[in-house]
């Protein structure tokens, strides 16, 4: 049974920072891509970032993220990592963990369909 645990959120003042993690298990983690998504209550749910598999590891975010996010795979203990610096009221959100099995690419890794698997989610609220 595939299992994804994300930990790390809580409460910043604008300008912190985090790091989320998603722990997987119950799959062969270096075959699957690993996305981040978010969602803010009563409205959709918004790519952040994705990291491919293979030796290139290629990492995908959304335009608003880059720069700021940073997305790394710790293949050795099977967990994504998310590092969020320069956090703004904004990015508050319940933030998601996903995986889908074998290589993305830029356009399929913001394809939420595309991912079976999906976490509980953490809760990151930053107060301004």
């Known amino acids: 049974q595939v299992q994804l645990v994300e930990s790390g959120g809580g409460l910043v003042q604008a300008g912190g920072s985090l790091r989320l993690s998603c722990a997987a298990s119950g799959l062969t983690f270096g075959y699957y891509a690993m996305g981040w998504f978010r969602q803010v209550p009563g409205k959709d749910r918004d790519f952040v970032a994705a990291i491919n598999v293979g030796g290139g590891l290629s990492t995908y975010y959304a335009d608003t993220m880059k720069g700021r996010f940073t997305i790394s795979r710790g293949v050795a203990k099977n967990t994504v990592y998310l590092q969020m610096n320069g956090l703004q009221p904004e990015d508050t959100a319940v933030y998601y963990c996903?995986?889908?099995?074998?290589?993305?690419?830029?356009?399929?890794?913001?394809?939420?369909?595309?991912?079976?698997?999906w976490g509980q989610g953490t809760q990151v609220t930053v107060s301004s």
């Open positions: 996903a995986a889908q099995y074998g290589s993305t690419g830029s356009k399929r890794s913001q394809d939420q369909a595309q991912y079976p698997y």
